[in-house]
């Protein structure tokens, strides 16, 4: 059976972490103390709200996280952290090419318009991907900056052997819909889980912070459904999802690990309903808006 592209990507992420701790950049990565705004799109910008979560938590200064299109530029930050996988996306270098505020860039093309767009690149080729749908890139640009943070990731690389090799529950393959759920830096990591969902099997799948799950969302919990959480659960909420009948999933594991599984489930999904995880519906690698 031949594996796609998306399979060989996620199953090296383990390797990807390794080599980003191994290579955190001195003197380019945001500073303790600066006032800093992470900014990307799709994926980009989910992985730019748990890294701005985690920063804070670390203690490293104030981090908000926007979309790169509804960025506030006029807003004062020391300096702004790009992330692009392509370094093409049009709202990204538009943002860029209209702040003064010092800027960085995290890309995977170094043959792109990002490398002139910002003031410093950091580039991990080796974590670019053939697939359109991102997963190893998304992962190993978090796992450099959580090293940049201090973080010893020993244990969620190891954790992220563990997801990458055990076999998938059915329940997961075959759910009706997903909830995914998190808590802190956890909940981007929700929502990229979400949508990669979506992305590659085009799942009915949504994320919450998890205590918000149950102002509302949890309505839709049933027999057939899951609700996933990344990370450790509420007290009560595991109870209270099993009484709706729907499956309440929680492995322990890191939650950037938790979300290779996530991948892993997203990608037999896709083969489940004949659809290739490589080129997923009305998606293309970069957006690239005409003007």
Known sequence: MTTTHTEAEIASQPECWR???????????????????????????FIAMAYAALRERAGHGETDAFAASEAPIDRRYDRVLALSRSGTTTEVLELLAGTTTRTTAITADPDTPIMTAADEVVVLDYADERSVVQTRFATTQLALLRASLGEDLTQAIDDAEQAVAVPLPEAL??????????????????????????????????????????????????PGRVTWMLGTAPEGLRAQVEETGATFFESGLDPMAELIRAQRVAVARAFARGLNPDEPMHLTRS?????
Request: hydrophobic share 45%; charged share 20%; aromatic share 8%.
């Open 19 to 45: 080599r980003a701790v191994a290579n955190v950049p001195a003197d380019v990565l945001p500073r303790r103390g600066e006032r800093v705004a992470v900014v990307g799109c799709g994926t980009s910008w």
């Open 173 to 222: 393959v075959n759910a009706e819909q997903f909830s995914f759920l998190g808590t802190g830096w956890s909940v981007g990591l929700a929502q990229e889980a979400a949508l990669k969902m979506r992305e590659a099997s085009r799942s009915w799948t949504e994320a919450y912070p998890a205590m918000e799950y149950r102002h509302g969302p949890i309505s839709i919990a049933a």
């Open 287 to 291: 957006v690239i808006l005409s003007s």
